[in-house]
């Protein structure tokens, strides 16, 4: 039985320590991607916490198109790594292929997320402080800015209610429900077999 208890809190550790630290460098990606202020001290502690693994594998790989793929494969590889080490405690074997599509649909997953979380937080808070301003809010809204400005020109706002944040919400659950469950099934039958 006490073995039972110290894999749940293992596989819990591996979790959640791979996850706060792809979720930084997901952030990271995102704020590059959307050419947010790095000036701001929000994306300044992401800088410093993920710079020691990018910087020598930005000598490896190179970024295309103004993308950092050194991100996306350090978030590929800490992924693949993170299911490898609860597959070990567990004590379940994984083939690679399906421990790789695994791992793109949990990165596509958390990506998506980001995208949820970051709207809400935004919504929530032009509720209680509309118009003001910190660090964390100007990241916010430089995440959720590419996804909300198509929606505003498609959906005109109604008495000055901005409806675009419920439009984008409702494509991001689809796309949670499929694109990325699909991924990550087809994951899961991949690994296990």
Do not use: C
């Given at each position: 039985?006490?073995?039972?208890?110290?894999?749940?809190?293992?596989v819990f550790l591996i979790?959640?320590?791979?996850?706060?630290?792809?979720?930084?460098?997901?952030?990271?990606?995102?704020?590059?991607?959307?050419?947010?202020?790095?000036?701001?001290?929000?994306?300044?502690?992401l800088v410093k916490i993920?710079?020691?693994?990018?910087?020598?594998?930005?000598?490896?790989?190179?970024?295309?198109?103004?993308?950092?793929?050194?991100?996306?494969?350090?978030?590929?590889?800490?992924?693949?790594?993170?299911?490898?080490?609860?597959?070990?405690?567990?004590?379940?074997?994984?083939?690679?292929?399906?421990?790789?599509?695994?791992?793109?649909?949990?990165?596509?997953?958390?990506?998506?997320?980001?995208?949820?979380?970051?709207?809400?937080?935004?919504?929530?808070?032009?509720?209680?402080?509309?118009?003001?301003?910190?660090?964390?809010?100007?990241?916010?809204?430089?995440?959720?800015?590419?996804?909300?400005?198509?929606?505003?020109?498609?959906?005109?706002?109604i008495s000055g209610l901005?409806?675009?944040?419920?439009?984008?919400?409702?494509?991001?659950?689809?796309?949670?429900?499929?694109?990325?469950?699909?991924?990550?099934?087809?994951?899961?039958?991949?690994?296990?077999?």
């Amino acid at each position: 039985m006490g073995g039972n208890y110290t894999e749940h809190a293992g596989v819990f550790l591996i979790q959640t320590l791979f996850g706060l630290y792809i979720l930084a460098i997901m952030l990271r990606f995102l704020l590059q991607w959307v050419r947010a202020d790095f000036y701001n001290p929000v994306s300044q502690f992401l800088v410093k916490i993920t710079n020691p693994p990018l910087k020598p594998l930005r000598r490896l790989v190179p970024g295309f198109w103004g993308m950092d793929l050194a991100a996306i494969m350090l978030m590929l590889l800490l992924q693949m790594l993170e299911l490898f080490l609860v597959g070990v405690i567990v004590g379940q074997a994984f083939s690679p292929l399906g421990v790789l599509i695994m791992s793109i649909g949990e990165l596509l997953s958390l990506a998506v997320y980001v995208f949820i979380f970051a709207i809400i937080i935004q919504i929530i808070l032009s509720w209680i402080q509309p118009g003001s301003y910190n660090p964390v809010i100007g990241l916010v809204n430089h995440i959720t800015e590419p996804l909300l400005a198509p929606a505003r020109r498609l959906i005109p706002s109604i008495s000055g209610l901005d409806l675009s944040p419920l439009a984008v919400l409702i494509l991001l659950q689809l796309t949670l429900i499929l694109l990325v469950s699909p991924i990550k099934d087809v994951g899961r039958v991949l690994a296990f077999q």
